[in-house]
């Protein structure tokens, strides 16, 4: 099992690009997470998919969309990058959501907004 | 709303010594928390998590941490550091979110550097 894998692993964009970050997990999870890592700020949940078919917002989605594509791929898009989205980007799965679920997280998307 | 503070930004300690990394917490309802490993440029790994039970809950790697209710304190300890424990420590709680999924709250981060 692959886990969760992340594409792509490094980004740079211009100010006002967009890009879809991609994110898919093969354990069967039903949840599925989007986080920024800052420096200083730890880890801060953008957006979440408790199932298939449904997405909320975190503590900060501005600026973000996100898609449940089916049960394994959850993408993240930026519309218009900004460079305060300068970020490391994860992806983390559970399988239901529940207030026990250990979290599976991938190995990052390192963007940077010029 | 629930919170996770760890108040030491890093720990320095030497390899042999004990460890400890501290976590306090804030819930309306029961606890749920984890403590997560990341090694530089990876994700997040998980070492372990306090459900309910025993308060001592042993984790991966020889890591254990102690759930104290009454200082709401999960510290993350190990007997013997080792210079490869040196990691990025994260401490999370689990609450109720929309859709009937429990979302996490991460603490900032706690750097652990172990000295040879």
């Known amino acids: 099992n692959a886990g969760v894998t992340q594409t792509p692993?490094?980004?740079?964009?211009?100010?006002?690009?967009?890009?879809?970050?991609q994110c898919a997990q093969d354990m069967n999870h039903n949840s599925m997470y989007w986080y920024r890592q800052?420096?200083?700020?730890?880890?801060?949940?953008?957006?979440?998919?408790?199932?298939?078919?449904?997405?909320?917002?975190?503590?900060?989605?501005?600026?973000?969309n996100v898609s449940r594509l089916n049960k394994r791929e959850f993408s993240l898009r930026l519309e218009s990058a900004a460079p305060s989205q300068t970020s490391v980007y994860f992806c983390a799965s559970a399988k239901q959501g529940a207030s026990t679920d250990t979290q599976y997280f991938g190995p990052g998307t390192r963007l940077t907004v010029l | 709303a629930q919170s996770v503070a760890q108040p030491e930004d890093q720990v320095n300690v030497a390899e042999g010594n004990p460890l400890t990394v501290k976590c306090t917490y804030s819930v309306s309802g029961n606890p749920y928390l984890f403590w997560y490993v990341q090694y530089p440029n990876r994700g997040l790994q998980f070492l372990l998590k306090y459900?309910?039970?025993?308060?001592?809950?042993?984790?991966?790697?020889g890591f254990e941490a102690e759930f104290n209710k009454s200082q709401t304190?999960?510290?993350?300890?190990?007997?013997?550091?080792l210079v490869s424990d040196s990691a990025l420590y994260f401490c999370a709680v689990r609450d109720k979110g929309g859709g009937g999924s429990y979302i996490p709250t991460f603490g900032r981060g706690t750097s652990l550097i172990v000295h040879p």
């Open chain 1, 9 to 21: 692993k490094f980004q740079v964009l211009k100010t006002g690009q967009s890009m879809t970050l």
């Open chain 1, 38 to 64: 800052d420096p200083g700020m730890g880890l801060r949940l953008i957006y979440y998919s408790a199932s298939e078919g449904t997405t909320d917002k975190g503590e900060v989605p501005n600026g973000y």
């Open chain 2, 51 to 61: 459900i309910t039970g025993d308060n001592l809950v042993k984790g991966s790697y």
């Open chain 2, 73 to 81: 304190s999960f510290h993350l300890k190990k007997p013997s550091a």
